[in-house]
């Protein structure tokens, strides 16, 4: 029996009122013009998101099964509403968002497996965010209810709201994101250094982790000091923080994981008259034993995975560039006694095909492929879970990218995403037919190179009537490299357009 490489935990925190309602965010832009206008003094705040894309085929397994894409048409329907107030030193912040209609209505990967690329449907509905959070000064934050959570560059912990950001060159286009409902407590900040200390129980509703029937709790804690807040006068330049969390997972057979994270985040901004420097840092640790795909071996696993994230971001003005080093550690070894693959979050994105399409498209084969009855006569279990769904995993990716701003509201931006395996990228079947050799999905020995992929794109920002509206197009080609051998021996493209509204 394999065992899986791929079990990752998304936590996060909610940040204390001081900064919920003031720190950049969706919109930022129209933060001047907003108005009480909704019953009971609440502001409601709208977002309407599609867009349309479609990517080349390719092979996913020995029998060189093509991954076919229909053109596809994703959307994303989300309401809110926030009502800040103020009696004092004290502060009551009650907010509301709710996300209808998300994921590809048609369209999408055309592939049997698990978790193909855009081929869920959509999600009806989902609640973000309905909780009340009471503040008395510095010293004390209390929070409680639905939430989301985000920490540091979204490496594991992503609220799905962190998207395109002038100066980014992102190629991002957010979904989804990590949902609890929470209990909080946080004091801070205080001192000129701006210390904050917090710590939250949660009961998970939603994440990259949690696969339907799972259920899971976690505790987190831990300590932020500074805060860079470029658009307001009373920021630091930097900031720091460090949290621990333990959760307890339980699958719907009972099969239960139980981990810890240790999360690394730091961040230094430095300006100068019209230009800034920004470097960022993540890096998260994930210690802990694991239940799922147990075999006669090994009935449970050590889960030991690492993975971190460098962003270092320059700033001119009218033209940028930006620099995204990821590392996420493989696990090559699918029978041992660990689980070393890393998994960063879904939203935290890193080029358009590679990683989203061709290892997605080929990992949710190996679901079907893996449970072929010539390999063994009962289904292993837990294959589900080797489908990467789009994560960036057992990877040391470099991505820079270059932008120019010829007019306000216009961006283009591009860049050349080069990536390797940290371990070799083994299939499940193959390498058990081989005895255990390092065999990909198409069969063939891999070599360490995922291969090189050139994008670019063009994002337009605008306000119509006090409202925002946005226009996007993106494509890229990659060029399989020797990891990816028998993929494909033709560049690989593809393409997305863009428009939202929201006010």
């Known amino acids: 029996m394999f065992r899986l490489s791929v079990f990752t935990l998304v936590v996060g925190l909610l940040l204390p009122a001081h900064a919920v309602a003031d720190a950049p965010g969706p919109y930022l832009q129209m933060a001047g013009q907003e108005t009480r206008y909704a019953p009971l003094g609440f502001t409601p705040r709208l977002s309407l998101t599609g867009r349309v894309e479609g990517y080349s085929g390719f092979a996913v397994d020995r029998d060189q ?123 801070g900040p205080h001192t000129s250094e701006r210390i904050t200390l917090f710590t939250a129980f949660d009961i998970v509703q939603g994440d990259d982790v949690l696969f339907p029937g799972d259920s899971a709790i976690q505790a987190i804690g831990g300590i932020r000091v500074g805060e860079v807040r470029p658009e307001f006068g009373d920021a630091t330049p930097y900031e720091a923080g460090i949290y621990g969390v333990w959760r307890k997972q339980t699958a719907t057979d009972d099969k239960v994981t139980e981990v810890g994270v240790v999360d690394l985040y730091a961040r230094y901004l430095h300006k100068w008259p019209g230009m800034s420097l920004d470097v960022a840092f993540e890096g998260a640790l994930i210690m802990g034993t694991s239940e799922l795909a147990p075999n006669p071996e090994h009935i449970e696993h050590d889960v030991l995975q690492l993975g971190a994230k460098l962003r270092v971001a320059f700033d001119a003005g009218i033209a940028g560039a930006v620099l995204d080093v990821v590392y996420a550690s493989g696990d090559q070894n699918l029978d041992d006694a660990a689980q070393n693959g890393f998994k960063a979050d879904i939203n935290s994105d890193v080029g358009l095909i590679l990683f989203s399409q061709v290892l997605a498209a080929q990992t949710a084969r190996s679901v079907i492929t893996a449970a072929n009855p010539d390999l063994i006569g009962v289904p292993n279990e837990d294959l589900d879970r080797l489908a990467t769904r789009g994560n960036v995993t057992n990877t040391i990716s470099i991505f820079p990218r270059g932008w120019v701003r010829p007019v306000d509201g216009l961006e283009i931006y591009g860049g050349v995403l080069m990536a390797l395996s940290e371990v070799d990228y083994v299939d499940a079947f193959n390498a058990r037919i081989a005895g255990g050799g390092g065999r990909n999905p198409t069969n063939r020995s891999p070599g360490a190179y995922y291969g090189t992929e050139l994008d670019l794109g063009v994002r337009f920002h605008g306000l119509l009537f006090g409202t925002e509206v946005s226009l996007g197009l993106e494509g890229g080609v990659l060029f399989p490299g020797s990891a990816l051998l028998g993929t494909s021996d033709d560049p690989l493209f593809g393409g997305r357009a863009f428009a939202r509204y929201r006010f």
Do not use: C
């Not at 912990?157 to 989804?176: Q, W």
């Open 65 to 187: 099964t093509q991954y076919a894409y229909e053109t596809a048409f994703n959307t994303q329907f989300r309401i809110g509403l926030l009502r800040d107030d103020r009696f004092g030193f004290i502060r009551l912040l009650t907010e509301y968002e709710h996300d209808f209609l998300t994921g590809a209505v048609v369209g999408g990967g055309q592939l049997e497996g698990e978790f193909v690329p855009d081929s869920s449907g959509v999600d009806t509905e989902a609640l973000r965010k309905l909780y009340v959070q009471l503040s008395f000064g510095p010293i004390a934050t209390l929070a409680v209810g639905f939430m989301t959570s985000h920490w540091g560059l979204g490496l594991i912990a992503n609220d799905g709201a962190h998207g395109f950001a002038p100066g980014s060159a992102d190629f991002t286009d957010p979904r989804d994101g990590d949902r609890v409902l929470r209990g909080l407590f946080a004091s």
